[in-house]
């Protein structure tokens, strides 16, 4: 009530400078600059996990699993019907 009888409530909101009024500017805005800071900061969010978990030793991919154990599979077969 205390809103409507300031007119619209964002455009008082964003005035005062509001924390939750600057985000909701951000966030709806579309301004191009503010687009390219969003997808920095998911770029960000989940590069930085991505990164972590893979820095460490490299594994052997499931192709590289699948090939080893049919090799050592049909060597084994071999052997044993000899």
Known sequence: MVDEAKGNGSSCAAAAGGFRAKMEHFMYSGDKKHVMA???????????????????????????????ARSERLSSSSSSAK
């Open 38 to 68: 969003g997808l920095a900061i998911v770029t960000i969010i989940f590069g930085v996990p991505w990164y972590l978990m893979n820095r460490g030793t490299k594994h052997q991919s499931h192709q590289d699993y699948l090939e080893k």
